[in-house]
């Protein structure tokens, strides 16, 4: 399994980037995990959109979703396969149709195909299996466990500190882990629904995962800082993620 880094950015890209959006390659199938500002453009740079097997939505924040309705028109205008299905399967929070209705019209719902995302309802993808949990984020937004041929990516999207995500994490070969908040605003984590560094850090310590790969940085923010902490509160080894870049689960 391997994920390709699209977007890093939280809340708005910082210049020249794009928010939330990562490319993972399993058992042969690709899977597109979040959908934020810009991150449709570096995924034309490295895949069909035909080519996508399922796209998940962790939560319905546009720095996750802003560019759904932009893959939407890629899909319904570009040269369509002659394999293509006709619809691309979307995991999403429960009220992803009537959000992209309401932005762009019923017709946001003739290429994709809306599933609802659940706790207790895992997605087995031909040899990838995904399970969520929710997280603490001010809106419906779930974690994503994947794996495949025994390697383990999790993905936190966007919470604060929690002990369902830490539970979902146990293990993994590699935590992507949002890094949002400063240190100095480690008393707001849980009103902002963020980490700072040392909570991701402490996270992959309490989950027993090999690695850490932090994500999802404020754009006024110096990556390394949160690399720095989350150091001094894990064992294993922590990079910031960098746009463009492929890593190995
Ligand atoms: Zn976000
Ligand atoms: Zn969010």
């Known amino acids: 399994?391997?994920?390709?880094?699209?977007?890093?950015?939280?809340?708005?890209?910082?210049?020249?980037?794009?928010?939330s959006g990562y490319l993972v390659e399993a058992a042969g199938r690709r899977l597109l995990v979040d959908l934020g500002h810009g991150v449709l453009s570096r995924l034309l740079l490295h895949v069909d959109p035909y080519r996508l097997d399922v796209v998940v939505l962790s939560h319905l924040h546009p720095d996750h979703v802003a560019d759904v309705p932009a893959l939407r028109v890629a899909l319904r205008w570009g040269r369509k396969p002659p394999s293509w299905p006709g619809r691309l399967p979307v995991l999403a929070p429960v009220a992803a149709p009537e959000y992209f209705a309401h932005v762009v019209g019923e017709q946001a719902l003739d290429e994709l195909d809306f599933y609802a995302l659940s706790e207790s309802e895992p997605v087995d993808l031909d040899g990838v299996q995904l399970r969520f949990r929710r997280t603490r984020h001010p809106?419906?937004?779930?974690?994503?466990?994947?794996?495949?041929?025994?390697?383990?990516?999790?993905y936190?999207?966007?919470?604060?500190?929690s002990e369902g995500v830490a539970e979902l994490s146990r293990g993994a070969d590699v935590l992507l882990a949002e890094a949002t908040l400063s240190?100095?605003?480690?008393?707001?984590?849980?009103?902002a629904g963020h980490m700072t560094g040392s909570q991701a850090g402490?996270?992959?310590?309490?989950?027993?995962?090999?690695?850490?790969?932090?994500?999802?940085?404020?754009?006024?923010?110096?990556?390394?800082?949160?690399?720095?902490?989350?150091?001094?509160?894990?064992?294993?080894?922590?990079?910031?993620?960098?746009?463009?870049?492929?890593?190995?689960?």
Do not use: I, N, W
Not at 1 to 16: A, C, I, K, W
Not at 183 to 191: G, L, Q, V
């Open 1 to 19: 399994m391997r994920v390709r880094v699209l977007g890093r950015s939280g809340g708005y890209p910082r210049p020249g980037e794009a928010c």
């Open 183 to 191: 240190e100095a605003y480690a008393d707001r984590a849980e009103a």
């Open 202 to 249: 402490k996270l992959a310590r309490e989950a027993g995962v090999r690695r850490l790969l932090l994500t999802h940085f404020f754009p006024t923010s110096d990556p390394q800082e949160p690399v720095a902490a989350a150091q001094a509160a894990f064992d294993g080894p922590v990079e910031a993620v960098r746009e463009g870049e492929v890593y190995e689960v």
């Open 156 to 161: 936190t999207a966007d919470t604060s500190p």
């Open 139 to 154: 809106v419906e937004t779930y974690a994503v466990r994947l794996e495949a041929h025994g390697s383990v990516l999790v």
